[in-house]
Nanobody, 123 residues
Framework: QVQLVESGGGLVQAGGSLRLSCAAS????????VGWFRQAPGKEREFVAA????????VYADSVKGRFTISRDNAKNTVYLQMNSLKPEDTAVYYC????????????????WGQGTQVTVSS
């Protein structure tokens, strides 16, 4: 079992930065791939970024490529999402999710989810 808790969300002006954290419980967290997803009001949950179990491989949605960076520190059981050059369209609830094995850009493949953290970008 893995429990995930996101933090770091908030209100920021366009062009600003935020760093989200996803803290996990469980001694085997280092075996899990982790993805970040987001959901804006009235929209479906969409993929943002994912990282392999050892941090050696990452993938990003085209909409955030070059602005967001996903990383992890397995010694701290934490995955990060550094978000720079934020835009109003980045406004959403951001969720982290974990699964054993390879990462995926499909939310259906993830077994464990956090409660989400709100990110609001003002224009």
């Amino acid at each position: 079992q893995v429990q995930l808790v996101e933090s770091g969300g908030g209100l920021v002006q366009a062009g600003g930065s935020l760093r989200l954290s996803c803290a996990a419980s469980g001694r085997t967290f280092s075996m899990y791939a982790v993805g970040w997803f987001r959901q804006a009001p009235g929209k479906e949950r969409e993929f943002v970024a994912a990282i392999s179990w050892n941090g050696g491989s990452t993938v990003y949605a085209d909409s955030v490529k070059g602005r967001f960076t996903i990383s992890r520190d397995n010694a701290k059981n934490t995955v990060y999402l550094q978000m720079n050059s934020l835009k109003p369209e980045d406004t959403a609830v951001y969720y982290c999710a974990a699964r054993l094995g390879e990462y995926s850009d499909s939310h259906n493949w993830y077994d464990y989810w956090g409660q989400g953290t709100q990110v609001t970008v003002s224009s």
